[in-house]
């Protein structure tokens, strides 16, 4: 089993930035592409960002796409989501997730952490 723990999530204004961390452990990290998603109450989980297995390769949905970047360190088994012009609407519970075979599905994973909140509001 690969564990998957985030942090870094909290409050910040518009316009602000904050980063996001995703350590893994259990399996060997470079094993597995890594994926970003967000969730509001009510709301299907929203795909943000994916990185692949060694890191070549990122792609972004739509609403973070200049904003936000998504980057992995193997060595350390740790991914990072820096956020960046932050607006209301990013306003989510964050989740990273990994899978052998993991894209912009959610799906698609078969790991997940438990989630940080961030909370942007003025």
């Known amino acids: 089993q690969l564990q998957l723990v985030e942090s870094g999530g909290g409050s910040v204004q518009p316009g602000g930035s904050l980063s996001l961390s995703c350590v893994a452990s259990?399996?060997?990290?470079?094993?597995?592409?890594m994926g970003w998603f967000r969730q509001v109450p009510g709301k299907e989980r929203e795909f943000v960002a994916v990185?692949?297995?060694?890191?070549?390769?990122?792609y972004y949905g739509d609403s973070v796409r200049g904003r936000f970047t998504i980057s992995r360190d193997n060595a350390r088994s740790t991914g990072t989501l820096q956020m960046n012009s932050l607006k209301p609407e990013d306003t989510a519970t964050y989740y990273c997730?990994?899978?052998?075979?993991?894209?912009?599905?959610?799906?698609?994973?078969?790991?997940w952490g438990q989630g940080t909140q961030v909370t942007v509001s003025s």
């Open positions: 990185i692949s297995k060694s890191g070549t390769a990122t």
């Open positions: 259990g399996l060997t990290f470079s094993d597995f592409a």
């Open positions: 997730a990994a899978d052998q075979r993991g894209w912009t599905s959610p799906g698609q994973y078969a790991y």
